[in-house]
């Protein structure tokens, strides 16, 4: 029930495409679900959050959509750049803070 | 740059030996939290400290233990280390607190067992 399942485990995008990263959970006391990005020999970095209050969050070219009942969510990226390509995570947290993290998929972006 | 600051970068010992690593959270936040990044295991919770007491433990083995000290900068010990040992560990921080889930990782310390 602790589990996070992120897919696919590699992505390979154009330039200007877009790039779609799907999660799933189990657990309903999750409440918070964020992304995170990491680049090669750095930690990860807080990309976008969201809560199960809402449906879709945007900020710039990155949006998360969230479908409570299905307890699925989403990360979608926008004009994608090779700048992006790096190492994207899943997590779902709840009142324990803790994050349980998906498997991370690594995205590639060619010019 | 998360704020957050990890010390050493690199360290490695041979098996058997005990290190200790530090983590510095961002000004202000309480909480701190630890994790492990393998190839094999992903990025798993190890334990999390806030404003100096145990807050949640995770799959955390015997042989580690962490403490969070007064002026808030936090260390975790390994000891009777194993080759499986090897990873990277990373310290998040955040404010802590009800609600407050948004947690900034450091750039980590690469940890080889040989």
């Known amino acids: 029930q602790q589990q996070v399942k992120q897919s696919p485990q590699s992505l390979i995008v154009q330039k200007g495409g877009i790039s779609i990263i799907n999660c799933a959970y189990e657990?309903?006391?999750?409440?918070?679900f964020p992304w995170y990005q990491q680049f090669p020999g750095k930690g990860p970095a807080l990309l976008i959050a969201i809560r199960p209050d809402v449906s879709e969050k945007k900020e710039g070219r990155f949006t998360i959509s969230f479908n409570k009942s299905a307890k699925q969510f989403s990360l979608h990226i926008m004009d994608s750049q090779p700048g992006d390509s790096a190492t994207y995570f899943c997590a779902a947290g709840g009142a324990t803070n803790k994050l349980i993290f998906g498997t991370g998929t690594l995205l590639a972006v060619q010019p | 740059d998360s704020g957050v600051t990890q010390t050493p970068k690199h360290l490695i010992t041979a098996t058997g030996q005990r290190v200790t690593l530090r983590c510095s959270p961002r000004?202000?936040?309480?909480?701190v939290y630890w994790y492990q990044q393998s190839l094999d295991q992903g990025l798993q919770f190890l334990i999390q400290y806030y404003n100096g007491e145990e807050r949640a433990k995770g799959n955390i083995l015997e042989r580690f233990s962490a403490q969070q000290f007064p002026d808030l900068h936090s260390e975790l010990n390994l000891s009777s280390l194993e080759l499986g040992d090897s990873a990277l560990y990373f310290c998040?921080?955040?404010?802590?607190?009800?609600?407050?889930?948004?947690?900034?990782f450091g750039p980590g310390t690469r940890l080889t067992v040989t």
């Open positions: 998040a921080s955040s404010p802590g607190g009800a609600g407050l889930y948004e947690q900034y």
């Open positions: 657990n309903t006391a999750f409440d918070y």
């Open positions: 000004s202000g936040d309480l909480s």
